[in-house]
């Protein structure tokens, strides 16, 4: 069964074995704990704090598919990104750019269409190109930065730190496999580590910008 077909795409792993990728498998514990951190400082909003059970989440099913390597695990590990990334979306849209929530959320459903249409424009570009599924995000997060700076400079700044955070992680996944032969370790576990902080970094993006104008109708906490 398809289901069951074992995958291998990761410099770590030698062998079909449950602990063939031990670092990228314990790794995973970045997203818990970045969860946990979080959602400590979500102050109570709603939002976030969903957030940070999705954070938690995509550590969970990570640690499941370098543990188990197998397409059923694999859709554990890829479901709970895209979960955190449209509900990011929608929070952005509805308490930033204070859009109604139909407005939010047919804004979140286009996300689908625009990474179907730019994943191949990523696909030849070097290095990155072997993430090109992940690349519409870093894209994403920019332009809505570069929207928001005049309105609210801090949180548009605050998005594209998290922009670099997630071009260098998605660096280290990139590469690899390109540096096995003189890193047989990999470099898949920065990625586990650099995306676990971003993460829980745009959480903070997100619960400052509803601290900071919670008076204002435009952005309260809900």
Same mark, same amino acid.
């Given at each position: 069964?398809?289901?069951?077909?074992?995958?291998?795409?990761?410099?770590?792993?030698?062998?079909?074995?449950?602990?063939?990728?031990?670092?990228?498998?314990?790794?995973?514990?970045?997203?818990?704990?970045?969860?946990?951190?979080?959602?400590?400082?979500?102050?109570?909003?709603?939002?976030? %704090?969903?957030?940070?059970?999705?954070?938690?989440?995509?550590?969970?099913?990570?640690?499941?598919?370098?543990?188990?390597?197998? $397409?059923?695990?694999?859709?554990?590990?890829?479901?709970?990104?895209?979960? &955190?990334?449209?509900?990011?979306?929608?929070?952005?849209?509805?308490?930033?750019?204070?859009?109604?929530?139909?407005?939010?959320?047919?804004?979140?459903?286009?996300?689908?269409?625009?990474?179907?249409?730019?994943?191949?424009?990523?696909?030849?570009?070097?290095?990155?190109? $072997?993430?090109?599924?992940?690349?519409?995000?870093?894209?994403?997060?920019?332009? &809505?930065? $570069?929207?928001?700076?005049? %309105?609210?400079?801090?949180?548009? %700044?605050?998005?594209?730190?998290?922009?670099?955070?997630?071009?260098?992680?998605?660096?280290?996944?990139?590469?690899?496999?390109?540096?096995?032969?003189?890193?047989?370790?990999?470099?898949?576990?920065?990625?586990?580590?650099?995306?676990?902080?971003?993460?829980?970094?745009?959480?903070? $993006?997100?619960?400052?910008?509803? %601290?900071?104008?919670?008076?204002?109708?435009?952005?309260?906490?809900?």
């Amino acid at each position: 069964m398809e289901l069951w077909r074992e995958i291998d795409g990761y410099c770590e792993r030698m062998d079909p074995g449950y602990w063939a990728e031990p670092v990228n498998a314990l790794t995973n514990a970045a997203f818990v704990l970045a969860a946990l951190i979080m959602w400590r400082r979500s102050h109570g909003v709603p939002m976030a %704090r969903g957030l940070c059970v999705v954070l938690g989440l995509i550590g969970v099913g990570s640690y499941l598919f370098h543990t188990h390597a197998q $397409v059923w695990a694999a859709i554990l590990d890829v479901t709970p990104i895209l979960g &955190y990334i449209l509900i990011y979306i929608f929070a952005v849209n509805r308490d930033v750019w204070g859009m109604p929530v139909w407005v939010a959320l047919l804004g979140t459903a286009l996300f689908i269409p625009y990474a179907a249409l730019t994943v191949p424009l990523w696909q030849g570009l070097p290095v990155l190109g $072997v993430s090109a599924g992940y690349m519409p995000v870093p894209m994403l997060i920019a332009i &809505y930065a $570069v929207l928001l700076w005049r %309105r609210y400079p801090k949180t548009a %700044r605050g998005l594209l730190i998290g922009v670099g955070i997630l071009l260098v992680s998605l660096t280290a996944r990139s590469v690899d496999e390109t540096l096995c032969a003189d890193l047989p370790l990999g470099t898949h576990f920065i990625w586990h580590v650099l995306n676990a902080v971003m993460l829980g970094w745009m959480i903070e $993006v997100y619960v400052r910008h509803i %601290r900071a104008h919670a008076l204002e109708g435009v952005a309260r906490p809900r």
